[in-house]
């Protein structure tokens, strides 16, 4: 980032392996599968690495085309979620035609789904300070937001390791039940109507790990604040 901020590792305890700044990026990202149907619902296509067997993905819609089985259909999914999905004891070739394909082996699953995190345990982590105003952002979120719980908005910018720069929305509300996923998915929405160019995480101020909450509190100024807590 070439903005201002301030960075830190996570204030949770440390993953028990050395984690690579790879692995960030591969959790960050989405990719493309071979689907069919199966007895079970979907399954995907899978071949044998070392023994294992694996699921297999690819990054160019074209060489998985080239490459696709009779009887698959193509399906874009996040690797995490596709990692989630695997059968017990199978793992993840990306690109397996690349010259170094990304291999992601069974017991490498967890630390893949643990980077996936929006703020993972261990990882060197940057907040821009002083904000990210996104104002079509937040106008087209306000006449969501007016109605629901949230007493503060805050949006800044921030970098997990190696993975994505991305806007982050760190809201808050009061104690009702179900006003996080009401102003959740009002993000949600305003970021698909203003057709929003960079990945958004969006997250609740009391999900947010002590370190980084201060952080946004202290150094990033509130993009909203509900008229009744003003003054």
């Known amino acids: 980032m070439t903005e201002p901020g301030r960075s830190a590792g996570g204030d949770q305890a440390q993953p028990p392996v050395e984690v690579s700044p790879?692995?960030?990026?591969?959790?960050?990202?989405?990719?493309?599968?071979?689907?069919?149907?199966?007895?079970?619902?979907?399954?995907?296509?899978f071949t044998d690495?070392?023994?294992e067997p694996c699921a297999v993905a690819y990054t160019d819609p074209e060489e998985i085309r080239r490459d696709l089985p009779e009887g698959y259909r193509l399906h874009q999914i996040p690797v995490p979620l596709l990692l989630s999905q695997l059968p017990?004891?199978?793992?993840?070739?990306?690109?397996?035609?690349?010259?170094?394909?990304?291999?992601?082996?069974?017991?490498?699953?967890e630390i893949v789904l643990a980077a996936s995190l929006p703020f993972p345990p261990g990882a060197f982590i940057r907040i821009k300070s002083g904000g990210d105003p996104?104002?079509?952002l937040l106008a087209s979120a306000l006449p969501r937001i007016e109605v629901t719980a949230v007493r503060r908005v805050y949006v800044t910018r921030y970098r997990v390791a190696d993975a994505r720069e991305k806007v982050l929305v760190v809201y808050e509300t009061d104690p009702v039940?179900?006003?996080?996923d009401l102003a959740a998915d009002a993000f949600m929405a305003a970021a698909a109507d203003t057709a929003l160019a960079d990945p958004m995480q969006v997250l609740a101020l009391d999900d947010v790990p002590d370190t980084f909450r201060r952080m946004i509190l202290a150094d990033v100024p509130p993009a909203y604040v509900r008229p009744d807590l003003v003054g």
Request: aromatic share 2%; glycine share 14%; with cysteine.
């Open 22 to 45: 790879l692995i960030f990026r591969i959790a960050d990202s989405t990719v493309l599968i071979g689907v069919r149907a199966g007895e079970r619902g979907p399954e995907p296509l």
């Open 177 to 180: 039940p179900g006003a996080d």
């Open 88 to 109: 017990p004891g199978c793992g993840l070739i990306i690109d397996p035609r690349a010259a170094s394909p990304l291999h992601v082996g069974a017991h490498e699953r």
């Open 134 to 136: 996104q104002p079509a």
């Open 49 to 51: 690495v070392s023994g």
